[in-house]
Nanobody, 122 residues
Framework: EVQLVESGGGLVQPGGSLRLSCATS????????MSWVRQAPGKGLEWVSG????????YYGESMKGRFTISRDDAKNTLYLQMNSLKSEDTAVYYC???????????????WGKGTLVTVSS
């Protein structure tokens, strides 16, 4: 079955950096777009970033632009999110999600990981 397992979350100070990873299995990784979605405490889901099947196209939510970088390693079936210049408002559970198709946000998401918690605090 499809499995998505996030890792790399933790406590970091404002201005610091973290790299999240999403290890995947159960599907042909390089056939699909992938996304990161987050949920801050008491808030709804917020789309963070997406990457198409080849890695040739990437997109970011407005508040993430210039700070976050999404990438994928097809040889390892792994998705990454490099987060720099972290702010308190970035505190959230970050979820890895598989898109239904090859293009970013073109056909919805059909599988989600359990999430990894990022806490940005001094």
């Amino acid at each position: 079955e499809v499995q998505l397992v996030e890792s790399g979350g933790g406590l970091v100070q404002p201005g610091g950096s973290l790299r999240l990873s999403c290890a995947t299995s159960g599907f042909t990784f390089d056939d699909y777009a992938m996304s990161w979605v987050r949920q801050a405490p008491g808030k709804g889901l917020e789309w963070v970033s997406g990457i198409n099947w080849s890695g040739g196209s990437t997109y970011y939510g407005e508040s993430m632009k210039g700070r976050f970088t999404i990438s994928r390693d097809d040889a390892k079936n792994t998705l990454y999110l490099q987060m720099n210049s972290l702010k308190s408002e970035d505190t959230a559970v970050y979820y890895c999600a598989k898109d239904r198709g090859s293009g970013i946000r073109s056909s919805g998401m059909d599988y989600w990981g359990k999430g990894t918690l990022v806490t940005v605090s001094s």
